[in-house]
Nanobody, 116 residues
Framework: QVQLVESGGGLVQPGGSLRLSCAASGIIFSNYVMRWYRQAPEKQRELVAFITSSGTINYADSVKGRFTISRDNAKNMVYLQMDSLNSEDTAVYYC??????????WGQGTQVTVSS
């Protein structure tokens, strides 16, 4: 059974930082591209960042220079370090494991709220 479990969300003030974690099980982690998505209220889910097993990384323009994605293949973990947070970063953040069409898995999401 595949499980992706996110943690690390919460309430943070503007300008603050959070680190999200995603623990994967039930998959050969190194075979998957790991991605972070987010969905704000009344908005479509958007790709925030992804990292391949070999370490290729890409970010959405809105988070470049502020967010850092990383992975630990030995621990089956992927992380999202989020700095300089602002209110537009408020969303539910989802971990996603992608290998191919039909071979993609989602976590349950973790809420990030940026507010003073």
């Amino acid at each position: 059974q595949v499980q992706l479990v996110e943690s690390g969300g919460g309430l943070v003030q503007p300008g603050g930082s959070l680190r999200l974690s995603c623990a994967a099980s039930g998959i050969i982690f190194s075979n998957y591209v790991m991605r972070w998505y987010r969905q704000a209220p009344e908005k479509q889910r958007e790709l925030v960042a992804f990292i391949t097993s070999s370490g290729t990384i890409n970010y959405a323009d809105s988070v470049k220079g502020r967010f850092t994605i990383s992975r630990d293949n030995a621990k089956n973990m992927v992380y999202l370090q989020m700095d300089s947070l602002n209110s537009e970063d408020t969303a539910v953040y989802y971990c996603n494991a992608y290998r191919a069409v039909g071979r993609t898995y989602w976590g349950q999401g973790t809420q990030v709220t940026v507010s003073s």
